[in-house]
């Protein structure tokens, strides 16, 4: 086992922690999406909390998108494991189920190859540097069952993902990350994945450049040294664009667009009490380029991390949402 597959908040006397282990598929035909995630914040000038959200994609419709947080008392979890209880939420690596006011699912996760460290260096995921973390633990992952969607029920048969974790005591002050899984040519092994970040260092009164690391499977692809993280990333509200390719190796580009009204906005609250502002599509087209060849996809993710809000973009929850009020689902 990977030694980061574990959940980290479980251990005792975890300092100010953000973790967030998620789930993201889409369906064959490319028609939709489900993203999951499970997200622990640990705070020390609040209760710490699980935040549980579904976002539910179609295309030609605004994303569907619902949240519940549970109390810290009533989240079970396995140290040394990728186990997580709380009340009708169950996530296992092979199994995943829950329910959100009118929404509920149950999964069954299997296949997925080696997993892609978006880091380096083993040392970076022990160390300070960078704050946050993440790997994609099982990329080209199966997703089978069902979801049921208030009076309707989506099949899940055969939607390909993956299983992503992350952590940090803050979230990054702003990125952008993409990946895939589903290809036009049918491919189930092909994934690639990338970030591009701007870090607010220590002391510091202005972020870095955007750092960037691109990773991915069948071809393997590691273009995340300290030579590929300066210079290759154009980052846009609606598009991410990068290039890599010095001295030997292969040209590789990748492009990943949206149109806004794709994007789910979400309120993503940082252990100690800001908000950050996330933007994410898993309907995002993909043009992926590595030496002569090009493939591409309509089922990419694009996610934008910024410190102010997108003009245009619905945020969620609503402003003034609390649990007490129930749990949220958009309209």
């Known amino acids: ?36 995630k499970h997200t622990l914040l640990v705070r020390d000038r609040a209760p710490s909390i699980l935040e549980l959200w579904l976002v539910l994609f179609e295309r030609d419709r605004p994303p569907l998108v619902a949240k519940r947080e549970v109390p810290w008392p009533l989240v079970s979890m396995d140290p040394s494991a990728i186990s997580l209880d709380a009340g009708s939420v169950r996530l296992r690596p092979d199994r995943a189920e829950g329910r959100i006011a009118d929404l509920s699912w149950s999964l069954s996760l299997s296949g997925g190859t080696a997993a892609l460290h978006h880091l380096p260096y083993r040392w970076m995921y022990r160390g300070p540097f960078p704050q946050a973390k993440i790997l994609t633990p099982a990329p080209g992952l199966r997703f089978d ?41 049918g491919d189930r092994e092909r994934a690639i994945e990338g970030i591009a970040a701007r870090i607010l260092l220590p002391g510091a009164t202005r972020p870095t450049p955007w750092m960037t690391a691109v990773v991915g499977r069948a071809p393997d692809v590691a273009r995340n040294g300290p030579l590929d993280w300066f210079g290759a990333s154009e980052v846009e509200p609606d598009r991410w664009r990068v290039r890599s390719g010095h001295g030997r190796r292969q040209r ?53 991390l910024l410190p102010e809000p997108l003009r245009g973009v619905p945020l969620h929850p609503t402003e003034g949402w609390s649990q007490a009020d129930g749990d949220y689902r958009s309209s």
Not at 9 to 19: D, N, S, W
Not at 264 to 278: E, K
Not at 285 to 295: A, F, I, K
Request: charged share 20%; with cysteine.
């Open 145 to 185: 069952g069902q979801l049921e969607v208030g009076a309707g029920r989506w099949r899940i048969d055969g939607w390909i993902g993956i299983r992503g974790h992350n952590w940090g005591p803050a979230h990054t002050h702003a990125y952008a990350y993409g990946g895939c899984s589903l290809w036009d040519d």
């Open 1 to 36: 086992m990977d030694p980061h597959e574990r959940i980290l908040a479980a251990a005792p006397g975890t300092p100010r922690l953000y973790e967030s282990n998620y789930l993201r598929a889409n369906a064959p035909d490319g028609s939709r999406a489900l993203w999951i």
């Open 252 to 304: 590789l580009a990748l492009t990943l667009s949206t149109e806004l009204e794709r994007y789910a906005g979400l309120r993503y609250v940082h252990p100690d009490g800001a908000t950050s502002f996330c933007y994410n599509t898993k309907l995002a087209d993909v043009r992926y380029e590595l030496g002569t060849t090009v493939h591409h996809s309509r089922c990419g993710e694009l996610e934008r």
